[in-house]
């Protein structure tokens, strides 16, 4: 009974080659989240949308996207991934409500070559 | 500042023991503290969490204890397992928000 789902699990993309992850959900939760996690990092919120409310941290690079068509699904553009774009890739989601609980799927794991 | 220290980085114990992770913020703008637990290649799973009303929780091995005027908070887990071993990780939910700061983690080893 997978909640959130993310595809692909693994990606491989080329030094400026444009890659898209997607993730989608079946909680029915109005929030949806990016974060970024490298290596013995903690996660690093990139944006997240209330509904389609799109809010973008100010450190978040130009070069990341997201599109989110409607409430289960939710995409990460990386428009020319760098070496330094190499990461985990979560997607996680949140009622929004009162019960703030937040939910992780199990993440894409990006190479850049 | 919206911040979240985790202390320790790194924990080793033997089975049975009861490794304590700690965290302390100064915004008092957080309203929500939970725990995440994590094994590698994996993401975050949310473990338990406690509102700032409340001074423990306990759900089965895993104890919160908060400590409001310290602005402090911490993870117990109880008669540990080698299963245990993965790194953990501290939050808090910013008020009038739905955003969450995350702490450093702590990887914990428990040896068999």
């Known amino acids: 009974d997978a909640m959130v789902i993310q595809n692909p699990r693994y990606q491989v993309t080329q030094f400026g080659k444009p890659v898209t992850l997607s993730c989608s959900q079946t909680l029915n939760h109005n929030v949806m989240y990016w974060y970024q996690q490298k290596s013995s990092q903690a996660p690093k919120l990139l944006f997240h949308?209330?509904?389609?409310?799109?809010?973008n941290e100010a450190d978040t690079p130009d070069n990341f996207q997201s599109r989110r068509p409607n409430t289960s699904f939710c995409f990460l553009d990386i428009r020319s991934p760098g070496l330094g774009d190499a990461a985990m890739y979560l997607c996680a989601t949140s009622t929004g409500g009162t019960g703030y609980e937040q939910y992780f799927g199990p993440g894409t794991r990006l190479t850049v070559t | 500042q919206q911040q979240v220290k985790q202390s320790p980085q790194s924990l080793i114990v033997q089975k049975g023991g009861i490794p304590i992770i700690n965290c302390a913020y100064e915004n008092t703008a957080f309203d929500y503290f939970p725990w995440y637990q994590q094994f590698p290649g994996k993401g975050p799973a949310l473990l338990i969490a406690?509102?700032?009303?409340?001074s423990e929780k306990k759900e089965g091995r895993f104890t919160i204890s908060f400590n409001k005027s310290a602005k402090q908070f911490s993870l117990h887990i109880m008669d540990s397992q080698p299963g245990d071993s993965a790194t953990y990780f501290c939050?808090?939910?910013?008020?009038?928000?739905?955003?969450?700061?995350f702490g450093t983690g702590t990887r914990l080893k428990v040896l068999a």
């Open positions: 939050a808090a939910a910013v008020s009038g928000t739905y955003k969450y700061i």
């Open positions: 949308y209330y509904d389609k409310d799109f809010n």
């Open positions: 406690i509102r700032p009303d409340v």
